[in-house]
């Protein structure tokens, strides 16, 4: 069992920057992949961003590569998305989600624990 908590969320105007977190409970955090999925009013959630359980692997959406990085500290059981450049349209809610796999999916199904979620907004 793994449990998610996400933070960082918050109000930024866009073409700023903000840095979300996602602590993880448990010892074999390091064996779990890793995405960050969102979710906008009325929208389907979508995934955004994911990393192996070594990090060495990542896999972006194409409309934030380039302005979104992921990282991943096995040791403190925690994930990170530092996000540059932000946009009005990335206003959503943010969700992290855990894979019991070394390989990371875009697919929120492939994913077998999520965490509550941070409000992101930008504003224009």
């Known amino acids: 069992q793994v449990q998610l908590v996400e933070s960082g969320g918050g109000l930024v105007q866009a073409g700023g920057s903000l840095r979300l977190s996602c602590a993880a409970s448990?010892?074999?955090?390091?064996?779990?992949?890793m995405g960050w999925f969102r979710q906008a009013p009325g929208k389907e959630r979508e995934f955004v961003v994911a990393?192996?359980?070594?990090?060495?692997?990542?896999h972006y959406r194409d409309s934030v590569k380039g302005r979104f990085t992921i990282s991943r500290d096995n040791a403190k059981n925690t994930m990170y998305l530092q996000m540059n450049g932000l946009k009005p349209e990335d206003t959503a809610v943010y969700y992290c989600?855990?894979?019991?796999?070394?390989?990371?999916?875009?697919?929120?199904?492939?994913?077998?624990?999520w965490g509550q979620g941070t409000q992101v907004t930008v504003s224009s």
């Open positions: 448990g010892r074999t955090f390091s064996r779990y992949a």
């Open positions: 990393i192996s359980w070594s990090g060495d692997s990542t």
């Open positions: 989600a855990a894979r019991r796999s070394y390989y990371s999916s875009t697919q929120t199904a492939d994913y077998d624990y």
